[in-house]
């Protein structure tokens, strides 16, 4: 037996465990598992001299390392130990285990009918559980679905993905139910991401479309009329976004007439250049009491922006390598992107607008944290695998 079919299971499922609050001991379990399996089969095939063998060290490993080295560096100089070697655990090993485990996974010849499978399930399932939630007031306290700010992440996760089945799917010619089956979701997506009253996240859905539409149009060997109805598409998509940020953006002006974040913003730089290269040691939150306290506000207690608050926990040495990790990811999508291949290119054309949209959606928050960050890393590790592994059979 293939032990890389079950671990391609596990990694499945917990991709589609993060996309739900409440399921740590699952997520720890599923990576302890899938973990194993992956050893296993990998030190089977190296024993048998077998082809095919998994390879168990994923791309990005240098600004990866660079930047979780410095994090780990900033224990020495943390104003909060504690907080430092917490958040080290959750953000930097806890994050980068589910991107070693997905990417290793996701090489088994089976993955990608699993994954898309459990994977593409979970996204409605959470869709649905955000709607009933936000629609049963009763309900809302149980934030199944992660709460707005963790819900929007993950629209920003799954709208490319879904766009990207769609396109996959009409570039091989399948059945017409396979190429309007994903296309179903997107209406779900918008009334569900409506109900967040998030602002950004519109304009993030609105670069990513631009991205994905780019991508497309400059193909070469794309028909007139493809080329024709995939510019509309992406106007339509544009105008969708543009109006329900006009929406969203009176319906705040109601309830929340004034932002505290630009205010809150100006606290944080006049911190950072208290320790401008080396930052106040890693964790969200370092400066949690004196930001209530100066603010006056309980629920500003970080920096809402993943950019300053990067600087002002490990300074701008710190915030230049948590961009080249950035840089890297997108330097990868981009040699995808530009493959022939229909699978690369497809892996290519999700996971560029996947990082722009992350980028985008944490100008004004942080939330490459916790469930987020874990989704974000376990697809990203897929993509990356599926991609490469594409382009190295072709």
């Keep these: 037996m293939n032990l890389a079919t079950p671990a391609a299971g596990c990694a499945a499922l917990f991709l589609a465990s993060t996309l739900f609050s409440h399921t740590v001991a699952l997520r720890l379990l599923l990576i302890l598992g899938g973990g194993v399996l992956v050893v296993a089969q990998a030190w089977r095939a190296r024993r048998r ?26 224990l020495a100089w943390s104003i909060d130990p504690s907080l430092t070697s917490k958040e080290l655990r959750n953000e930097i090993g806890y994050a980068l285990a589910a991107y070693w485990l997905c990417w290793a996974a996701a090489q088994a010849p089976a993955a990608p009918r699993v994954v898309i499978a459990v994977f593409g399930l979970g ?53 017409a139910a396979w190429i309007a089956l994903p296309l179903l979701l997107l209406p779900l997506y918008v009334v ?41 598409a992406a106007v339509i998509l544009i105008a969708g976004a543009g109006t329900a940020l006009t929406k969203v953006q009176s319906t ?25 290269l080396a930052g106040s040691g890693f964790g969200r939150g370092m400066y949690r009491h004196e930001l209530r306290k100066e603010t006056g ?49 497809a892996c290519g054309l999700v996971l560029l607008p996947l990082v722009a949209g992350t980028l985008v959606r944490n100008l004004t ?24 592994k594409a382009g190295r059979a072709r």
Excluded at 49 to 70: C, D, F, Q, S, T
Excluded at 260 to 270: D, G, K
Excluded at 317 to 345: H, I, K, M, P
């Design 49 to 74: 001299g077998a082809g095919g063998a998994i390879e168990l060290l994923p791309p990005l490993l240098v600004p990866i390392g660079l930047w979780a080295g410095w994090a780990i560096l900033s």
């Design 297 to 345: 506000n309980p629920f500003l207690w970080h920096s809402h922006s993943l950019y300053l608050d990067t600087a002002l926990q490990l300074g701008w040495t710190g915030l230049a390598l948590l961009l080249a990790v950035f840089g890297g990811t997108l330097a990868l999508a981009w040699r995808l992107a530009r493959s022939a291949d229909e699978a690369t290119f």
């Design 192 to 232: 569900a991401g409506y109900l967040t009253l998030n602002r950004i996240l519109w304009i993030a859905l609105a670069a990513q479309t631009v991205v994905m539409a780019l991508l497309v149009l400059s193909r070469p060997g794309a028909a007139a009329r493809s080329r024709r109805l995939v510019a509309l």
């Design 123 to 175: 996204g409605l399932a959470v869709c649905v559980t955000a709607l009933v939630e936000s629609l049963v007031p009763r309900l809302s306290a149980l934030q199944l679905h992660g709460g707005p700010g963790a819900f929007s992440s993950t629209l920003l996760i799954l709208y490319p993905c879904t766009l990207g089945w769609a396109w996959f799917a009409a570039a091989r010619r399948w059945n």
């Design 365 to 388: 928050d942080v939330l490459w944290v916790r469930q987020s960050a874990l989704l974000y890393w376990g697809v990203v590790g897929v993509l990356l695998a599926w991609g490469m």
């Design 252 to 276: 705040r002006a109601i309830v929340d007439p004034g932002d505290p974040r630009p205010a809150l913003w100006q606290t944080v730089l006049r911190k950072i250049e208290e320790r401008p």
